[in-house]
């Protein structure tokens, strides 16, 4: 396949390979529903809507949507509860693709990481990823992980690495260059995200790492501008020119992506990397554009991992 380079052709993908069976876990919301009866409608998804069935079809209802374009699973005794079914559903092959619906993340997760139905995939680290399409650039940038982690050590962040590497394969980068994010681009002992970023890049190297190319540390200008990256006589096949941004800990992480958001002009999906399916996790304070995108990203994974 062609590289996807913005989320316009990830729509026209997903819907080449669509659609996917989606298991949405309280879909009694209008946000919500918006995206998923988009995805619908584009060929993107069928769903199974779980959680209070007089409220969703209360909620169809108020939307001027054909409740019998969707199947519905009546769970009312509560979000946690619901939860687990939408959970199930995938875990048993009824869906391929989970989503959040509107209840606490806590909660959702509680299903996610379920010892009997669940969807963690053995030992491997949940890890979080941001696709962001930015107004001047002509690829994607795949952030991670700025959600679930908070101080990853370097073995957590070997897995983060490869689970958002593994989400750039199915979007078509068949070697995908990863920035090890820091303050700095050299190495400094008494900056710890430094010293992890110099070994990730050595693990590259030396085939530890597979499909990608890791470079780092670097500094976000180094990363990304490629005149930044030739003034600081950085030579690299990484800097300026960085695909996948790997960010040192949380609170770096999620200040980066959402100022992405609220300061550039972009378009933006959201993701959760290293389960059995793939996993629809954004905030109630995304627009129904961003779920929408987040679900053709996740057909998109599911799509690939069945190949």
Same mark, same amino acid.
């Given at each position: 396949?062609?590289?996807?380079?913005?989320?316009?052709?990830?729509? +026209? &993908?997903?819907?080449?390979?669509?659609?996917?069976?989606? /298991?949405?876990?309280?879909?009694?919301?209008?946000?919500?529903?918006?995206?998923?009866?988009? *995805?619908?409608?584009? #060929?993107?998804?069928? *769903?199974?809507?779980?959680?209070?069935?007089?409220? %969703?079809?209360?909620?169809?209802?108020?939307?001027?949507?054909?409740?019998?374009?969707?199947?519905?699973?009546?769970?009312?005794?509560?979000?946690?509860?619901?939860?687990?079914?939408?959970?199930?559903?995938?875990?048993?092959?009824?869906? $391929?693709?989970?989503?959040?619906?509107?209840?606490?993340?806590?909660? @959702?997760?509680? #299903?996610?990481?379920?010892?009997?139905?669940?969807?963690?995939?053995?030992?491997?680290?949940?890890?979080?990823?941001?696709?962001?399409?930015?107004?001047?650039?002509?690829?994607? @940038? @795949?952030?991670? $992980?700025?959600?679930?982690?908070? &101080? =990853?050590?370097?073995?957590?962040?070997?897995?983060?690495?490869?689970?958002?590497?593994?989400?750039?394969?199915? @979007?078509?980068?068949?070697?995908?260059?990863?920035? +090890?994010?820091?303050?700095?681009?050299?190495?400094? =002992?008494?900056?710890? =995200?430094? +010293?992890?970023?110099?070994?990730?890049?050595?693990?590259?190297?030396? #085939?530890? %790492?597979?499909?990608?190319?890791?470079?780092?540390?670097?500094?976000? $200008?180094?990363?990304? /501008?490629?005149?930044?990256?030739?003034?600081?006589?950085?030579?690299?096949?990484?800097? !300026?020119?960085?695909? +996948?941004?790997?960010? =040192?800990?949380?609170?770096? !992480?999620?200040?980066?992506?959402?100022?992405?958001?609220?300061?550039?002009?972009?378009?933006?999906?959201?993701?959760?990397?290293?389960?059995?399916?793939?996993?629809?996790?954004?905030?109630? *304070?995304?627009? *129904?554009?961003?779920?929408?995108?987040?679900?053709?990203?996740?057909?998109?994974?599911?799509?690939?991992?069945?190949?």
């Amino acid at each position: 396949m062609e590289q996807i380079r913005n989320l316009d052709q990830l729509l +026209v &993908y997903a819907r080449e390979v669509g659609p996917k069976k989606l /298991s949405v876990a309280c879909a009694e919301d209008d946000v919500v529903m918006k995206a998923v009866e988009e *995805a619908r409608a584009l #060929g993107i998804v069928n *769903a199974i809507l779980v959680g209070n069935g007089e409220k %969703i079809k209360a909620v169809l209802d108020k939307m001027g949507l054909d409740a019998a374009n969707y199947e519905i699973v009546d769970e009312k005794r509560g979000p946690a509860a619901a939860a687990l079914k939408a959970v199930e559903l995938v875990s048993t092959g009824q869906a $391929d693709v989970l989503m959040k619906g509107m209840l606490e993340t806590a909660d @959702f997760l509680r #299903g996610v990481l379920n010892k009997e139905v669940g969807l963690r995939n053995g030992k491997a680290l949940l890890s979080h990823a941001y696709i962001h399409q930015i107004e001047g650039y002509d690829h994607l @940038f @795949f952030v991670s $992980d700025g959600v679930f982690n908070l &101080y =990853p050590d370097l073995k957590a962040k070997v897995s983060i690495v490869k689970n958002v590497v593994a989400l750039t394969h199915a @979007f078509g980068l068949e070697n995908p260059k990863v920035a +090890v994010l820091g303050a700095v681009e050299v190495v400094n =002992p008494d900056m710890p =995200p430094t +010293v992890d970023a110099a070994a990730l890049a050595q693990m590259s190297r030396r #085939g530890q %790492i597979k499909g990608c190319t890791i470079d780092g540390p670097l500094a976000i $200008d180094n990363a990304v /501008s490629e005149e930044s990256a030739k003034h600081k006589g950085i030579k690299s096949e990484v800097a !300026g020119r960085a695909d +996948v941004l790997i960010v =040192p800990e949380i609170e770096s !992480g999620n200040i980066l992506v959402k100022s992405i958001v609220y300061f550039a002009k972009n378009k933006t999906a959201a993701i959760v990397l290293g389960t059995k399916a793939p996993i629809v996790l954004t905030s109630r *304070a995304d627009s *129904a554009e961003t779920k929408l995108l987040s679900i053709a990203s996740a057909v998109t994974l599911a799509a690939h991992q069945a190949k």
